[in-house]
T-cell receptor, first 113, second 113 residues
Framework: QQQVKQSPQSLIVQKGGISIINCAYE??????FPWYQQFPGKGPALLIA?????SEKKEGRFTISFNKSAKQFSLHIMDSQPGDSATYFC????????????FGEGTQLTVNP | NAGVTQTPKFRVLKTGQSMTLLCAQD?????MYWYRQDPGMGLRLIHY???????AKGEVPDGYNVSRLKKQNFLLGLESAAPSQTSVYFC????????????FGSGTQLSVL
């Protein structure tokens, strides 16, 4: 049972464009929603995270939008750069349960020069 | 500052062989996790630990065992490897609090023939 569904599987964007990756979750008890970035041959690394008390969080070119009623959250990458080419994973957890992250399936982003 | 170190980086096993993957962290984190990563399936939690001497099952625990004898080490064992266990394995430790973050190792690529 996949509790966090991520789309699209792959995404190709031109340099300077906006990359948008979406995630939907089922468990309303989730209260922590991070995004992880993974480069080939490396482990995932935290990019940005949000908790459900806010609807948006921005860090540089990266923004998370969160819609609690729709049980959806998304990652927006503004002014996408070739260096952003990586696999992105959304995730969700319940912080009082040992914070076991449930990951989405991943999105392979390619930013063309 | 090494962070999270996994050994070995690559391993090829024959069906039925056993092996142990070692994870070491130098950040004094209580929580540690073992994930497996398969194409199109994201990262799935195998086992986790909330402190020295404790372990718990994750989403896909069958065929694996773990031990946390020392706070800095988390071992993942395969007693009788199967081809279905061919995967990339990631260990992570967790920094708790408002600035919560998982720190991942660089992964172990395991092939079971």
């Amino acid at each position: 049972q996949q509790q966090v569904k991520q789309s699209p599987q792959s995404l190709i964007v031109q340099k300077g464009g906006i990359s948008i990756i979406n995630c939907a979750y089922e468990n309303t008890a989730f209260d922590y929603f991070p995004w992880y970035q993974q480069f080939p041959g490396k482990g995932p690394a935290l990019l940005i995270a949000i908790r459900p008390d806010v609807s948006e969080k921005k860090e540089g070119r990266f923004t998370i939008s969160f819609n609690k009623s729709a049980k959806q959250f998304s990652l927006h990458i503004m002014d996408s750069q070739p260096g952003d080419s990586a696999t992105y994973f959304c995730a969700a957890s319940i912080e009082t349960s040992g914070s076991r992250l449930t990951f989405g399936e991943g999105t392979q982003l390619t930013v063309n020069p | 500052n090494a962070g999270v170190t996994q050994t070995p980086k690559f391993r090829v096993l024959k069906t039925g062989q056993s092996m142990t993957l070692l994870c070491a962290q130098d950040m004094n984190h209580e929580y540690m996790y073992w994930y497996r990563q398969d194409p199109g399936m994201g990262l799935r939690l195998i086992h986790y630990s909330v402190g020295e001497g404790t372990t718990a099952k994750g989403e896909v625990p069958d065929g694996y065992n773990v031990s946390r004898l020392k706070k800095q080490n988390f071992l993942l064992g395969l007693e009788s490897a199967a081809p279905s266990q061919t995967s990339v394995y990631f260990c992570a430790s967790r920094r708790t609090g408002l600035d919560e973050k998982l720190f991942f190792g660089s992964g172990t690529q395991l092939s079971v023939l």
